[in-house]
């Protein structure tokens, strides 16, 4: 009997979608779920007749593994990771390797690599991202944790995962310990950060040019044609259009109020850790705080008193600018991410490739956009670059978009409209290009 190329723990979505993955670029694989009438309910079902091995035991998935074994965990971060992993070593031998595919927080991943390497096993940490959609038809993947890990597992996750326009894979080999989770950390913030940004430009467009959802609609599907063009604009752009049955706009029925999972949280965390200033992802975390406390947000506005939005001039420059606002925001995101990428770096010994950071996310991920290949370029042209704000390009963009960003700004605070991410983003860049900051005062007191 042929043994499986990889066996996968844990059944939900995002495992079965990644077995499916696998299955359809010619590898084998053995499934197992805690709960075994899921594994029976796969095999059966979406599976059958599929190169899809069911297992109801670890022993059983084990056995049923090419050596050295690769043992792939899509299951809940946490406590849960290393209880399997406690139960995996003693079937395992010398050589053979688990996998976290799961959104586990870097210390942890750290943490296990040594520990699963000090009982003669290899580990790898690995962001997974593009959601259920990106884990079967290609996600975004960023491995790290035993580098002799690597070449083993390399031929399944470049096959499975996203490519772009001249077929390069959406995964590379991150760095060790929890360098892959950690920058799977980063690009989550740096989402947050994206659609806070987005958010924000709606609320100006609605609150302050009195846009309506199907004018919005046209100005997100023109910006999705050009330097804007990404998976968070295309998806904007088709909420705007939906209508309920009542013919009403879906976007305006739905609270406004968000929490966080954590990812957000935790890159905010870790910037104040390494004292880089994750401005822009620090609000968006923020924001949808304090979006949480709608009840309280009911109240003040009934007795807390603001200027009234009151737009007059040129509509269509005043939509330009907003979209200069939010290109210049993005790229200071980026930068920030990037910085705190770079200190961390440094911090826990990781050797990580910036460059190809920004080409796995080109595809695959949530946060892909045209705009990584130019972040791409900037690193391979000088993989020494301390601020992505130094790079000709980028510097380029900013010089141009800074007047409409400075406009947008400007205007969201006279007339009371919040625009935590664009403003933070813009006193940012004006704190970085200051030769001379106040802090000799601060230093006196």
Known sequence: MKKSDIGLIGLAVMGENLVMNMESKGFTVSVYNRTTEKVKNFVEGRAAGKNIVGTYSLEELVASLEKPRKVMMMIKAGSAV???????????EEGDIIIDGGNSHFPDTIRRTQYVESKGLLYIGTGVSGGEEGALNGPSMMPGGSPAAWPFVKPIFQAIC????????????????????????????IEYGDMELICEAYQIMKNYLGMSCDEMHEVFAKWNEEELDSYLIEITRDILAYKDEDGEPIVEKILDTAGQKGTGKWTAIASLDEGVPLTLIGEAVYSRCLSAIK???????????????????????FIKDIKSALFASKIISYAQGYALMRTAAKTYGWNLNYGGIALMWRGGCIIRSVFLGKIKEAFDANPELTNLLLDPYFKGIIDEAQAGW??????????????????????????????????????AQ
């Open 162 to 189: 996203a490519k772009v326009e001249d077929g390069s894979p959406c995964c590379d080999w991150v760095g060790e310990g929890g360098a892959g989770h950690f920058v799977k950390m980063v690009h989550n913030g």
């Open 295 to 317: 009840e309280e947000r009911v109240a003040a506005s009934k007795i807390l008193t603001g200027p009234e939005p009151k737009f007059e001039g040129d509509k269509e420059a």
């Open 406 to 443: 400075r406009r947008v700004c400007a205007a969201a605070l006279t007339n009371g409209i919040p625009a935590p991410a664009m403003a933070t983003a813009l006193t940012y860049y004006d704190g970085y290009r200051c030769d001379r900051l106040p802090a000799n005062l601060l230093q």
């Open 82 to 92: 290393d209880a399997m992993i406690e139960t995996l070593i003693p079937l395992l």
